[in-house]
């Protein structure tokens, strides 16, 4: 069992910057991911990393904007948020696959764990 702690969410204006971190406790990991999910919406893939090799993959909407990274020493993910936008508004999990996979993944349904959620808001 991998559990995740994520932290990092808040209130911030548009234009500002938020980082998210998500501690995980397992090993073994492949891929490491950020959804979203706003109200109404389904969740949708915003930024992974394959941990082994540390590549990383972004959806469209935050290509330019958001930096996913990680620390292998204390399973670490996080992911730096700049020129928000009131579009960004969600709640964000992070998700780990144990499964070996050799390619991104943006899928809900490639992950295997999912942490609790943090509400990133951003006013415009």
């Known amino acids: 069992q991998v559990q995740l702690v994520e932290s990092g969410g808040g209130l911030v204006q548009a234009g500002e910057s938020l980082r998210l971190s998500c501690a995980a406790s397992?090993?073994?990991?492949?891929?490491m991911g950020w959804f979203r999910q706003a109200p109404g919406k389904d969740r949708e893939f915003v930024a992974g990393?394959?941990?082994?090799?540390?590549?990383?993959s972004y959806a469209d909407p935050v290509k330019g904007r958001f930096t996913i990274s990680r620390d292998n020493t204390k399973n670490t993910v996080d992911l730096q948020m700049n020129s928000l936008k009131p579009e960004d508004t969600a709640v964000y999990y992070c998700?780990?696959?144990?499964?070996?996979?050799?390619?991104?993944?943006?899928?809900?349904?490639?992950?295997?764990?999912w942490g609790q959620g943090t509400q990133v808001t951003v006013s415009s």
């Open positions: 397992g090993r073994s990991i492949n891929n």
């Open positions: 998700a780990v696959r144990m499964r070996f996979s050799s390619r991104d993944r943006t899928a809900p349904s490639d992950y295997d764990y």
């Open positions: 990393i394959r941990w082994n090799a540390g590549s990383t």
